[in-house]
């Protein structure tokens, strides 16, 4: 995810998915010029800050998200462009 100024992290493909989902540390909510953004960290290394990155972002649209358990909560969604494989 260069555009945001982190080089790699590790992921997984999901081939059903229509979206991804990045897990997003501190969040904070704010508002520029009149659009909603929000503010978080990514955590390149799994169970480990140690490259910690902060960024923020436009919000596109909330969505509920329901788990195979039935819980469900809100998620905030963001536009992020990646690179994959160079």
């Known amino acids: 995810m260069p555009s945001i100024g982190v080089p790699w992290i590790k992921a997984k493909i999901d081939t059903g998915a229509r979206t991804s989902a990045l897990h997003a540390?501190?969040?904070?909510?704010?508002?520029?010029?009149?659009?909603?953004?929000?503010?978080f960290e990514v955590h390149?290394?799994?169970?480990?800050?140690?490259?910690?990155?902060?960024t923020e972002l436009p919000i596109v649209d909330r969505r509920v998200i329901r788990s195979s358990s039935g819980h469900t909560e809100e998620r905030i969604v963001v536009r992020i462009p990646i690179t994959l494989c160079g």
Do not use: N
């Open 44 to 54: 390149p290394l799994q169970h480990s800050d140690d490259a910690a990155h902060r």
């Open 25 to 39: 540390y501190e969040q904070q909510e704010f508002t520029r010029d009149g659009i909603p953004h929000v503010s």
